[in-house]
T-cell receptor, first 112, second 116 residues
Framework: KAGVTQTPRYLIKTRGQQVTLSCSPI?????VSWYQQTPGQGLQFLFE???????NKGNFPGRFSGRQFSNSRSEMNVSTLELGDSALYLC???????????FGSGTRLTVV | AQSVTQPDIHITVSEGASLELRCNYS??????LFWYVQSPGQGLQLLLK??????LVQGIKGFEAEFKRSQSSFNLRKPSVHWSDAAEYFC??????????????FGKGTKLSVKP
């Protein structure tokens, strides 16, 4: 079966712009989590969605937001981009958020 | 506060040699523990996980890990390393709160290089 698909794979944006990243989970998976990976901070949890509801949120500013659609696909949005938002953004899906996570290959965001 | 420490940033081993990657965690309750591997430009692949029961856990690709509660450790081992094992390895603890199990706290990772 198809894995977790993240689009786009690479993205370059300018400071102050906003960006939307997309994640299509494995078919049947209802939980989607997002992580940010940077060389300095490592992997940090952004948020988790289950059945269109945000169940948990990490310690990120309000510029970071997300949503989940009825087909379990998820998007995350970052507004007013800063240079420090440059990172690899990883999406992971599982059947019910029971740690059976499968990660996508990520979206590499570069803010210039 | 929950945390995961991987003391070794970079390890180099010879192909065929044994490997042990260290991981220490801090978590108040019984931890859910994981090891992931990441190849350059790729996402994370789960190697193995520990929830309860037998403290020696077998994973994919010939890896195993041992949970030692007294030492708050979950070290990853492989008896004979292959060149294809060169990658970055992450230890993680799963945080359970407010009905959500979506929060993994990761260590900073250990980069493994394999010498021919």
């Amino acid at each position: 079966k198809a894995g977790v698909t993240q689009t786009p794979r690479y993205l370059i944006k300018t400071r102050g712009q906003q960006v939307t990243l997309s994640c299509s989970p494995i078919s049947g998976h209802r939980s989607v989590s997002w992580y940010q990976q940077t060389p300095g901070q490592g992997l940090q949890f952004l948020f988790e969605y289950f059945s269109e509801t945000q169940r948990n949120k990490g310690n990120f500013p309000g510029r970071f937001s997300g949503r989940q659609f009825s087909n379990s696909r998820s998007e995350m949005n970052v507004s007013t981009l800063e240079l420090g938002d440059s990172a690899l953004y990883l999406c992971a899906s599982s059947l019910s958020g029971d740690y059976g996570y499968t990660f996508g290959s990520g979206t590499r965001l570069t803010v210039v | 506060a929950q945390s995961v420490t991987q003391p070794d940033i970079h390890i180099t081993v010879s192909e065929g040699a044994s490997l042990e990657l260290r991981c220490n965690y801090s978590y108040g309750a019984t931890p859910y523990l994981f090891w992931y591997v990441q190849s350059p430009g790729q996402g994370l692949q789960l190697l193995l996980k520990y929830f309860s029961g037998d403290t020696l856990v077998q994973g994919i690709k010939g890896f195993e890990a041992e949970f030692k509660r007294s030492q708050s450790s979950f070290n990853l081992r492989k008896p004979s390393v292959h060149w294809s094992d060169a990658a970055e390895y992450f230890c993680a603890v799963g945080v359970r709160e407010r009905g959500s199990q979506g929060n993994l706290i990761f260590g900073k990772g250990t980069k493994l290089s394999v010498k021919p």
